[in-house]
Structures are given as C-alpha cells and as structure tokens.
C-alpha cells in the first residue's frame, strides 16, 4: 500500500479554520485518497475522500495537489467537537481480489482551543 | 438505528478461553470488515468479507476465524485467547469493495485479556 505522511499533532482556536496536511508521494494513478477521523473512543468516521479534483461536502473540503502527491483536508470553521485524530489514507486496488482496503497511518492529532 | 453495531461493547476474559465478538450492519452493504487498534492506536485491517466470501486474510494467527452467516453479519471468534490480543476490535462495512466508497465503522470492542 503506499504510503502517507501527516504531522503527528496541529492545534487550532475554534471558529478558526484548519488545514491538515498529508503527503502522498507514492500514489498510484487509480489511488483514492480517503480521510477519516477517530474521535476519542469512538469508531473511525468517515470525512471525505477524492481522486483528483477537489471535493466538498458538509463536514469538510478537501484539495488535492495537481500531481496528487499531496493533499490538504480543510475544516472550515473548527469546533471543539472536531478535535480528534485525523487520517489520511491511499484506498488502493488489491490485485489478488480487485477488491480495496483501507490501511491507517498514524494520523493527526487535532486540538481545538477554546 | 445504529448503523453498524458490534456487540458486546466491553470483554473482559482469562487467557485460554474462547469468545465471540457479534457484529451486525443495516445499511445493506455487501462488503464488512475487523480493524483491530491495540494500545499504540493502530488500526490495522484482520479481515474483510464481500457477499459472505473471504477477501482480506491479514497475517492473523489462525485463532482468529471470522464467520459471515449472512451479508448483514460478521462475527469474529477467537479461541486461546492471549494477553496480546487486549485490542479495541472495530467492525465496519462499505457498500462494495470498491476504491469510491465510504467505510462505516461501529463503535469497536474493547477485549481485555488476564
């Protein structure tokens, strides 16, 4: 799977917006790139995810590099209900199965201040 | 309705025995999956089952055999239990197996081995 890199922690104030970095440099040309997020003990929840033109939805935008080597999910307005941990990961074709899998990093660690 | 929901959501149990960790969806997805997160928070995939057949086989010791009686439900026993299998077990599901589409986690199961 290849592989992605994000800081291990970013703080931000509420109300403020926020830009989560990820880098993707091994991405391959059919590569989705997904995010979620882990709210403290609570099960992964899904953000958003693209493949090479920006996406928005409702909890969040996410803009993608033009050479998808890299991508940033934005929050718009941060609240402290957004503080979590948040990944960025490659969803990547399984050639044995043509099946996919999402394969988790470390993740960001998000502190929203009041 | 909770849309994927695992039970029980706490285990506690000594070292040799054997249990089951129940998990069902119903949002009509074809595609369910175990996550375990040990104590470093990583999320790592065990299993993954599309249409009741086995497509993800992680390196995981035999002692774990996931059963998928139907589409709705996929349940993981483990015999022997050891120390090292203390995890949060985290089912999720997805409508297909496919790289555009969004992972549905529940709320996982703490399993605490003495």
């Known amino acids: 799977d290849a592989k992605t890199t994000q800081p291990n922690s970013m703080e931000s104030n509420e109300e403020e917006p926020v830009h989560l970095p990820c880098n993707h440099s091994?991405?391959?040309?059919?590569?989705?790139i997904h995010w979620y997020r882990q709210l403290p003990s609570q099960g992964p929840e899904y953000v958003i995810h693209?493949?090479?033109s920006n996406v928005n939805n409702r909890m969040a935008s996410l803009a993608i590099a033009e050479d998808r080597k890299s991508s940033t999910l934005i929050l718009h307005r941060a609240t402290l209900r957004d503080a979590a941990v948040y990944y960025c990961?490659?969803?990547?074709?399984?050639?044995?199965?043509?099946?996919?899998?999402?394969?988790f990093g470390e993740g960001t660690q998000l502190t929203v201040n009041p | 309705d909770t849309a994927v929901s695992q039970t029980p959501k706490y285990l506690v149990t000594q070292m040799g025995n054997d249990k089951s960790i129940k998990c069902e969806q119903n949002?009509?997805?074809?595609?369910m999956y175990w996550y375990k997160q040990d104590s470093k928070k990583f999320l790592k995939i065990m299993f993954s089952y599309n249409n009741k057949e086995l497509i993800i086989n992680e390196t995981v010791p035999n002692r774990f055999s996931p059963k998928s009686p139907d589409k709705a439900h996929l349940n993981l026993h483990i015999n022997s239990l050891e120390l090292g299998d203390s995890a949060v077990y985290f089912c999720a599901s997805s409508q297909e197996l496919g790289l555009n589409t969004e992972a549905f986690f529940g709320q996982g199961t703490r399993l605490t081995v003495v």
């Open positions: 949002l009509g997805h074809d595609t």
């Open positions: 693209g493949l090479t």
């Open positions: 990961i490659l969803r990547s074709l399984l050639k044995e199965t043509s099946g996919s899998r999402l394969t």
């Open positions: 091994t991405i391959s040309g059919t590569d989705y």
